[in-house]
Nanobody, 123 residues
Framework: QVQLVESGGGLVQAGGSVRLSCAAS???????MGWFRQAPGKEREFVAT????????TYADSVKGRFTISRDNAKNTAYLQMNSLKPEDTAVYYC?????????????????WGQGTQVTVSS
């Protein structure tokens, strides 16, 4: 009974910034929110995750230092701020949610998924 809707994707030049949003509805905000991405011909990969309080965050090495995950529980919304974008960041970005007391970077541990939003970084 959790619905996730991503927004904010689009076309951006290399070196630019984009902020993705993930709005949740249908149930109380998940304990952990995550962002994953999938490029054409590639496996879906972990990007970032954040705990309920926002104090516990985990990032993939490929985005560490460039991306920032955050959440606003009052708005039932999670965000992914993406800076210093590279062409290799081009992918469909998915928001995911799980109800747990621990963090996870594994796709299988996330029960709910959004439809994805396309981010294209031009060179």
């Amino acid at each position: 009974q959790v619905q996730l809707v991503e927004s904010g994707g689009g076309l951006v030049q290399a070196g630019g910034s984009v902020r993705l949003s993930c709005a949740a509805s249908g149930r109380t905000f998940a304990t952990f929110m995550g962002w994953f991405r999938q490029a054409p011909g590639k496996e879906r990969e972990f990007v970032a995750t954040i705990g309920w309080s926002g104090q516990v965050t985990t990032y993939a090495d490929s985005v560490k230092g460039r991306f920032t995950i955050s959440r606003d529980n009052a708005k039932n919304t999670a965000y992914l701020q993406m800076n210093s974008l590279k062409p290799e960041d081009t992918a469909v970005y998915y928001c995911a949610a799980r109800y747990s007391s621990t963090t996870s970077t594994r796709q299988a541990e996330y029960k709910y998924w959004g439809q994805g939003t396309q981010v294209t970084v031009s060179s």
